[in-house]
C-alpha cells in the first residue's frame, strides 16, 4: 500500500490522456485556446500503461481517465483495452465532455468501463454555447440518455458560477429525479489558463446547498464513501442524488486518496501544487522500475496536508495561471 506522510492511503491515479478539448469552457481556458504541446512531449501509450503497471503493483487499484476531451486522443479504445488488463487495476472509470462519446459506448461496456463522468454546465443550449463556446449540447444529451439506457453508472459535474449558470442548478437537479444519475456541484476554481485569474464570487458548498434547499426541503444527508470528494445528499422520491464538491473550499483534504499524471509525466500528488517530479523524463532516461517508485514514495513523503498549504508552496514558482485541460480535469 502506498501512503503519504500524512498517513493516508492512495490507491487512486487521475490519468490524463491529452491536454487537447474540443470545447472552449471559459473557466477551463481562454476563449483563444491553449498552445497545445507536441505529441512527442505527451506520453506515449506504451509509457502510460508501464506507469500503470508500476504503480497498480504498489497499490494503485483505481485508474480515472481524464483530459482535456480523452476521447480527442487517436487509438484511445486500444489503450483502454491493455489498461482493463492490467490485474491489480480494480476499477477504470471516465471523465469526459460527452461530445465524441456515444459510439464508444459498447466497447467501453463490453471492457467493464461503465462508470462514466459527463462534464455539463447547462441544460440550456444559450447557457451551454456561452460556457463552451460550442454548439454541442444535443449530442451531449444523447450521449447521457443513451448511457442511462444502457446501465452506465453516470455522475454529472456541473461547475455552479456566478452569474452564468445559478438558474442551471435546479433544472440539472430534475435528471436526478427522473433518472438514478449523481448530479455533482462543483465549486468554480480559478484554473482557466490566464495569468492573475481569481475566483472572488465563487458560489462556496453552503451556498449550493442553501439554494436546493430552499426548493427541496426533504434534502438529506447521505453518508459519504470512502474518499469521496462530494459531500451526498438524497432527496425524497428521487430515483438520483446529488453531491457538492468543495473543489475551492477544500474540505475534503484530509481523506485525499488520489494522485495526478499529467499529459506531459508531471505527478501531482495535489491539485493545487505545481508537480512535484516527470516520470516522462525519468523514463526516457532509462529509469528501472525500482526508481520510479522510490521517487514516487519521496514525493508522497512531503505531500501537502491539504490544498491550502500545496498552493502556498507553488506560489513560490509564481502565480497559479494553468489550464484544467493541462492539468488533467
Not at 504541446?37 to 500503470?52: A, F, G, N, V
Not at 456561452?130 to 439506457?149: A, C, G, H, N, Q
Amino acid at each position: 500500500m502506498l501512503l503519504d506522510n500524512h498517513g493516508r492511503p492512495i490507491n487512486y491515479m487521475r490519468l490524463a490522456v491529452t491536454d487537447r478539448c474540443n470545447l472552449r469552457c471559459f473557466y477551463c481556458m481562454p476563449e483563444e485556446g491553449i498552445q497545445y504541446l507536441p505529441q512527442k512531449q505527451l506520453l506515449t501509450y506504451e509509457e502510460m500503461i508501464r506507469i500503470s503497471k508500476i504503480f497498480s503493483r504498489e497499490g494503485i487499484t483505481k485508474i480515472r481517465i481524464t483530459g482535456g476531451e480523452p476521447f480527442l486522443r487517436k487509438d484511445l479504445m486500444s489503450f483502454l483495452t491493455e489498461i482493463a488488463n492490467i490485474e491489480d487495476i480494480e476499477k477504470i472509470s471516465i471523465t469526459s465532455n460527452g461530445t465524441l462519446l456515444i459510439d464508444k459506448l459498447e466497447q467501453l461496456n463490453a471492457l467493464g468501463i461503465n462508470s462514466i463522468n459527463l462534464s455539463l454546465d447547462s441544460l440550456d443550449k444559450k447557457t451551454f454555447y456561452d460556457i463552451t463556446r460550442r454548439d454541442e449540447l444535443d449530442i451531449v444529451l444523447e450521449s447521457f440518455y443513451k448511457m442511462i439506457e444502457m446501465g452506465f453508472d453516470v455522475k454529472i459535474n456541473m461547475v455552479v458560477m456566478d452569474g452564468k449558470n445559478i438558474k442551471d442548478i435546479l433544472p440539472m437537479l430534475e435528471l436526478a429525479k427522473k433518472h438514478p444519475v449523481q448530479i455533482r456541484y462543483i465549486e468554480e476554481m480559478p484554473f482557466n489558463g490566464t495569468v492573475g485569474q481569481g475566483n472572488d464570487a465563487y458560489w462556496s458548498h453552503h451556498k449550493i446547498l442553501d439554494h436546493i434547499k430552499e426548493a427541496h426541503p426533504s434534502v438529506a444527508k447521505l453518508k459519504d464513501p470512502l474518499y469521496s470528494t462530494s459531500a451526498n445528499y438524497g432527496i425524497d422520491g428521487f430515483n438520483g442524488g446529488f453531491g457538492i464538491i468543495a473543489a475551492f473550499s477544500r474540505t475534503f483534504c484530509g481523506t485525499c486518496n488520489r494522485i495526478r499524471l499529467t499529459p506531459t509525466g508531471t505527478i501531482k500528488t495535489c491539485l493545487y501544487d505545481s508537480g512535484v517530479f516527470n516520470i516522462k523524463n525519468m523514463i526516457r532516461a532509462n529509469a528501472s522500475d525500482e526508481e520510479i517508485v522510490m521517487a514516487l514514495k519521496e514525493a508522497l513523503n512531503h505531500r501537502a496536508k491539504d490544498g491550502f498549504e500545496a498552493e502556498k508552496r507553488s506560489i513560490l514558482n509564481g502565480p497559479i495561471s494553468e489550464s484544467m485541460a493541462k492539468i488533467g480535469g
